[in-house]
């Protein structure tokens, strides 16, 4: 028997490839591709899924953890696996919290998504250890505090110190002395500099709404 796998991913080189290894795959059916996780849980109400291939960013800004999660919630024997490009530090533990059953960072490797899909279909849970190592500056995302990545994740807001701080409960002094050892690690001379890099890099990226 073949499970049905729904493929949800905005960006057409990885969905092809995905579908192409679906294809050529005698233990699994590709059902559908959708480019939005909004549509994910419709999907689900009408048809047979067994497995989600679920990116974390699709189209029109729609979370795929969002989505996870209330498929989760509603059908907790669809097991879903997130894939992503992304480092962005938060996401591995959102997923482990909300049952999402396994994570996988895209590599283009057939037998490694396809190696992680039989694993999970089995009733495993595969998560990798840590996030992708990213150079950024003189630094490396692994260097960072989950702190200090709090912070640099309010910083792309451009919201100002005495706000980060309100937000996360903490004092101005304390977000200026993180931001000042961010700037020290990775040698970016301004705050504007170092928060658009990291978001470029998808160290840190800030949820919609």
């Not at 279909?121 to 990213?134: F, K, R, S, V």
């Not at 912070?151 to 409960?169: F, M, Q, S, V």
Request: glycine fraction near 6%; charged fraction near 25%.
């Amino acid at each position: 028997m073949a499970y049905n796998v729904l493929i949800v991913e905005d960006q057409n080189i990885p969905r092809e490839l995905f579908e192409i290894y679906i294809g050529a795959s005698e233990n699994f059916r590709h059902l559908l591709s959708i480019s939005n996780a909004s549509a994910a849980l419709s999907v689900c109400q009408n048809s047979k899924v067994d497995l989600i291939l679920m990116d974390v960013m699709t189209e029109l800004n729609h979370s795929g953890l969002d989505a996870a999660e209330e498929i989760k919630r509603r059908y907790p024997n669809i097991k879903i696996i997130i894939v992503t490009s992304m480092p962005e530090y938060s996401w591995l533990a959102r997923a482990r919290k909300i049952g999402v059953d396994s994570f996988w960072y895209k590599d283009g490797h057939k037998d490694s998504i396809l190696d992680v899909m039989e694993r999970t279909m089995a009733g495993e849970h595969i998560y990798p250890d840590e996030t992708p190592l990213i150079r950024i500056g003189s630094a490396t995302n692994h260097e960072f505090t989950e702190r200090e990545l709090d912070i640099l994740k309010e910083l792309t807001t451009g919201d100002t110190n005495a706000e980060i701080a309100e937000r996360l409960h903490v004092s101005v002094a304390t977000v200026k002395s993180h931001i000042l050892h961010l700037m020290e690690k990775t040698g970016f001379k301004t705050r504007t500099e170092l928060v658009s890099e990291a978001r470029g890099l998808g160290i840190v990226i800030k949820d919609k709404g």
